[in-house]
């Protein structure tokens, strides 16, 4: 059958094109690939390996343990994800499943987006708060030991951060912890 055989016009054309085409011209088939998923990285596996390298998770979930039964991820794999949360997107801690579903956290954490609802980091953070002196100490002896720093040049003031933060927004009253912190230290 030649173009002749063909009708021409609107879709009729378009579905016979492939069965009649133009003399000199085969008919060719299209293989479509599986859809692709484009999803931000930046420095989600830096922050995935010092987690590890650190073991954030493992200090998390021995100082606050939980019955395996109730969550797919334990409270030290919903503590890592925030510190990439706060690393790659530092804004107000809200909508994380939203930023898990747009980065690679499920690649590099092999955490599903929806294990990081509001509900579950509330109740990692619940849970954490009691024992929250443990997991930094921990934390800072482990990053101690791991990269080998040389603690008498390690100072570490949380002070610093708040002072940093109340001149920058130009408040000239800093809440009753910060400033006591700051008249030991002469600078109130």
């Known amino acids: 059958?030649?173009?002749?055989?063909c009708v021409a016009g609107g879709g009729l054309w378009q579905i016979l094109w492939?069965?009649?085409p133009p003399p000199g011209?085969?008919?060719v088939r299209y293989a479509y690939a599986p859809p692709s998923?484009?999803?931000?990285?930046g420095s989600l596996p830096v922050v995935g390996e010092l987690c590890r390298r650190l073991d954030v998770a493992g200090i998390v979930d021995r100082a606050c343990p939980m019955r395996q039964e109730v969550a797919r991820v334990t409270h030290g794999q919903v503590i890592?994800?925030?510190?990439a949360n706060r690393l790659t997107s530092p804004r107000p801690l809200l909508r994380v499943e939203d930023w898990a579903r747009q980065w690679a956290v499920e690649e590099v954490f092999g955490?599903?987006?929806d294990a990081l609802n509001d509900d579950r980091i509330g109740r990692a953070l619940d849970a954490m708060a009691p024992q929250l002196e443990q997991v930094i100490g921990s934390v800072g002896a482990r990053a101690i030991a791991t990269f080998g720093l040389e603690v008498a040049r390690l100072h570490w003031d949380m002070t610093v951060r708040h002072e940093a933060r109340?001149?920058?927004v130009g408040c000239k009253d800093p809440p009753l912890g910060c400033r006591s912190s700051l008249v030991k230290r002469g600078a109130a």
């Open 166 to 168: 109340w001149d920058r």
């Open 1 to 5: 059958m030649g173009v002749s055989g």
């Open 111 to 113: 955490i599903a987006a």
């Open 25 to 27: 011209l085969r008919p």
């Open 37 to 41: 998923v484009e999803k931000l990285l």
């Open 80 to 83: 890592e994800a925030l510190v």
């Open 18 to 20: 492939m069965r009649c």
